[in-house]
């Protein structure tokens, strides 16, 4: 009897799995959002919080991304990123401000996403991250959190 249940409970579970064709492997990945600013975030001279503006980046290779300087990412992004470009969002977050960007498919080309904080003093801030991604068969969540003069940029698969 204890076998014919057990058989009986295993051709359950098999009949409740989904056909290979349904798996994310194959599906484009989709990525979302979640921008965290602090109550002391993009202080200015006083040391007074400001709105902060944030660009995110999907990019074919990062190379150019990290070693471009703030003012050609600021001046013009596309041009500073050259062939490493793909697509891009803008955000502006005041102090305090929690941002949820609901989930989205990312370009079949995208290999990284990178995010540019655009405090009000660069020379002293962490103000460019990234990290990799692959273009198919994953969901992400990527955290930006942004406190002070830096960005922390986290993804969790």
Excluded at 51 to 57: A, D, G, H, R, S
Excluded at 59 to 75: H, I
Aim: charged share 25%; hydrophobic share 40%; net charge negative.
């Amino acid at each position: 009897m204890k076998r014919l249940l057990g058989c009986f409970l295993l051709f359950t579970l098999f009949g409740c799995s989904s056909s290979d064709d349904a798996l994310p492997k194959d599906q484009p990945t989709t990525v979302t959002f979640s921008l965290v600013a602090t109550q002391k975030v993009n202080p200015n001279i006083s040391g007074d919080a400001t709105p902060i503006e944030v660009q995110v980046f999907e990019l074919e290779d990062d190379s150019m991304f990290l070693a471009s300087g703030f003012d050609q990412l600021a001046g013009d992004a596309e041009a500073a990123l050259k062939s490493n470009y793909v697509d891009h969002r803008d955000f502006s977050l005041i102090p305090g401000q929690f941002k949820f960007i609901d989930h989205f498919q990312i370009d079949e080309s995208t290999r990284y996403i990178s995010v540019m904080a655009r405090f009000s003093d660069p020379d002293v801030s962490d103000w460019k991250k990234v990290v990799k991604v692959l273009p198919v068969g994953r969901v992400y969540h990527l955290l930006m959190y942004f406190d002070g003069t830096e960005v922390v940029l986290d993804k969790v698969e």
